[in-house]
């Protein structure tokens, strides 16, 4: 996390999401760092459950490849956790980031990564 740039990238990528129920935007701006090491991620609504909403941001620290990954399948693994299904947020919340954590293990070609950044 030492490096950094001789003056901020402000630059800023806004996004707006909407359905029926909600109305939300998101910006980002890298700043000072070599490069956007964090993510997020906006689901409106799951298949199982389409009034609800998902939300997350997800802090590089130093280093993108979590944060990236965090932002491009936490979603995916909450919403097929049994755990979510049944109504159980928060055992499928943790079950999703040890999925994750599994697929860091497997090395970085083992997953695909869409980037929400």
Known sequence: MGQS??????????EKFENVQFSVGSSSMQ???LEMEDAHS??????????????AVFDGHGGAKFAQLC??????YL???S?????????ALSNSF????????????SYPCA???
């Open 5 to 14: 740039l001789s003056e901020p990238k402000t630059e800023k990528k806004t």
């Open 31 to 33: 700043g000072w760092r």
């Open 42 to 55: 906006v689901e409106l609504g799951f298949a199982q459950d389409p009034e609800s909403a998902y939300f």
């Open 71 to 76: 932002g491009s399948r936490l979603s995916h």
């Open 79 to 81: 919403e097929t956790d």
């Open 83 to 91: 755990a979510f299904r049944s109504g159980d947020y928060s055992t």
């Open 98 to 109: 040890l999925s994750i954590d599994k697929d860091l293990q497997e090395g970085e070609d």
């Open 115 to 117: 980037v929400y950044n």
